[in-house]
Each structure stands twice: as structure tokens, then as C-alpha cells.
């Protein structure tokens, strides 16, 4: 019976997987031939390009690590190959969570309603800083996946020039995942979600008000406006509630509470992997572009399964 749940949670994470990498490459693709044809792109396409390249790589690398790991366990749990692999995951996901930051502050500044003058100036600058933010969050991200390999670093020496002992490398291994990199993920991956969580709640806030003016000045439930309204605020909790498991999955996910022995890693890396694997469909059908090309792609496919 366990056996069978095990299958059921490992098939289930790879159509999840295989949605995802779907998903976010024909984001980087639709936008990656558009930046091709124009030599430019819109600030908002800037991030979700950038955002659908992270997500990929991060779903790809985090996909096959699993799959690998369930099946060399014992020769890959303390091997380099798994020190590696970390490496690349601690980058792409910094840069993923820095990513989505800069897209809900775009969409407030965008679409939010509020006269403040900081606002305001944050409103005319804002997109003409993209690029130079998606560039510092490559940066940033560079910095914090040296900083883990720094920490890390006497395991990388017992593997490249056999200096210290296996059971050295394994204590020391064991000290700095359980005490030290928890707080310091914790930390280091606060900082974006806290600004996703002040633009995101800022906008909804905005949008909830401006939906209850609309009703109140008797526009009904019916009237396109108001239905506008009132699926961006459901498209923008969903995209909070999404990022919110991702970020508390994460940080649980990095105290090693849950190992590849344990009965729910296969649900657990489920729930780690939703928000890059479900979000790039809800970016696609809320943006015109995508949406549109989307469903051609849908018309073709239904033309060739007819004929």
C-alpha cells in the first residue's frame, strides 16, 4: 500500500513537473521571439521572460535531482553531485524569488490607485529600473550561492583534495544544515518576500476598494469593469497564496525535517514545486499576449487531432 502511494505522489509530482517546464518555457519562448522580432521588450515582459527562465531551470534541476536522489541514494546523499546541485538550486531560487518581487511591485505601481506622492514618483520610475533589477538580482543571487559554497566549503575540500575525513566532512555537514542555514534561508529570503507581501497587499487593497466604489455607484456584478476588477484581485490572491506556500515550504524544506526516507518527501517536494509549476498558467491567461498565442497553439492542436 505504501509502495502505491509512493508511485501515485511521484507520478503526480511529474506531471506537475512536466506542466511547469511546459508552462514557463512557452513564456520564454512566445517573449523570447518577440524580443527577437523587436530588439526590445516591455518592462513587464523583461520580468516575466526572465521569471519563466529561472522557473524552468529551477523546475528542470530540481526534477531531475529528485529522480536521481530516489534512485542513488546511498551513493549521491553525501556525494559531490548533491553538493553541486545545491548550488545551482540556491541560485535559480534566489533569483526566482527576487523575480517575483519585482513583478507584483510592477503591478502595483501599475494598477494601484493611491496619490501619495512617493507613490507617484515610484510610478514613473519604476519601469524604467527593471532591467538594472532583474540584473541586480542575478548579482544578488551570484553573491548568496558563494556565500552558501563558502559555508560549504570544507565538504567541497574533502571531495576535491581528500583533506579532511569522510566523518569530519559528514559532522560538519550535519552542523551547518541544521543550525546555520535554516536562519540564514530564513534571512536571506525574507527580504523579497517581504517586499512581494507590501506591493502585493497594496495593490489588493487598492483593487478591493475601487471594486466597492463600483458597486456602490451602481455598477452591478455583471458589468465588464467590475468583473475586470474583480478577476485581477482573484488572480492576485491566488498569486499570494501561491507564494506564500512556496516561501513557508522552503524555509520547513531547509531544517531537513523531512528526508528522502520519510513517507511524505514525494507530497512534501509537491507542495515545494507548486507555485513554479502552477503560476506560469495563471501569467498566461491574464496576459493578452500569452493568452492569445496560447490559444492558437490550442486551435492548431485541436485541427490536427481532427484531421
Not at 507555485?275 to 490559444?295: E, G, Y
Request: hydrophobic fraction near 55%; proline fraction near 3%; include cysteine.
Amino acid at each position: 500500500m505504501q509502495a502505491a502511494l509512493t508511485a501515485f505522489f511521484m507520478l503526480l509530482f511529474s506531471l506537475l513537473s512536466l506542466l511547469g517546464i511546459a508552462a514557463n518555457g512557452f513564456i520564454v519562448l512566445v517573449l523570447g521571439r518577440e524580443w527577437l522580432r523587436y530588439g526590445r521588450l516591455l518592462p513587464l515582459d523583461m520580468i516575466l521572460i526572465s521569471l519563466g527562465a529561472s522557473r524552468f531551470c529551477l523546475q528542470l534541476v530540481g526534477t531531475v535531482h529528485n529522480f536521481y536522489y530516489s534512485a542513488q541514494k546511498v551513493e549521491y546523499s553525501g556525494g559531490l553531485g548533491r553538493q553541486f546541485f545545491h548550488l545551482h538550486w540556491h541560485f535559480l531560487n534566489s533569483a526566482t524569488f527576487w523575480f517575483c518581487s519585482w513583478l507584483s511591485v510592477l503591478f502595483c505601481v501599475k494598477i494601484a490607485n493611491i496619490t501619495h506622492p512617493t507613490f507617484l514618483w515610484l510610478k514613473w520610475r519604476f519601469p524604467g529600473w527593471v532591467p538594472w533589477l532583474l540584473l541586480g538580482s542575478v548579482l544578488i543571487s551570484f553573491i548568496i550561492t558563494l556565500l552558501f559554497f563558502w559555508v560549504n566549503y570544507p565538504a567541497y575540500q574533502e571531495f576535491l583534495i581528500r583533506k579532511f575525513s569522510v566523518n569530519m566532512t559528514y559532522k560538519w555537514n550535519t552542523r551547518i544544515e541544521t543550525y546555520y542555514f535554516p536562519s540564514l534561508k530564513l534571512v536571506i529570503w525574507s527580504i523579497p518576500f517581504s517586499v512581494f507581501l507590501v506591493s502585493i497587499m497594496l495593490l489588493i487593497n487598492s483593487l478591493r476598494r475601487h471594486t466597492q466604489r463600483m458597486q456602490h455607484n451602481g455598477h452591478s456584478l455583471q458589468d465588464p469593469s467590475t468583473q475586470a476588477h474583480t478577476r485581477a484581485l482573484k488572480s492576485l490572491i491566488s498569486f499570494l497564496i501561491l507564494y506564500a506556500l512556496s516561501f513557508l515550504s522552503l524555509i520547513i524544506d531547509a531544517t531537513k525535517f523531512i528526508s528522502m526516507q520519510n513517507d511524505f518527501y514525494w507530497p512534501w517536494q509537491i507542495a515545494v514545486y507548486l507555485c513554479i509549476s502552477v503560476h506560469p498558467f495563471i501569467l498566461i491567461f491574464s496576459n493578452l499576449k500569452l493568452r492569445s498565442v496560447f490559444s492558437q497553439l490550442l486551435l492548431l492542436a485541436r485541427g490536427f487531432w481532427v484531421a
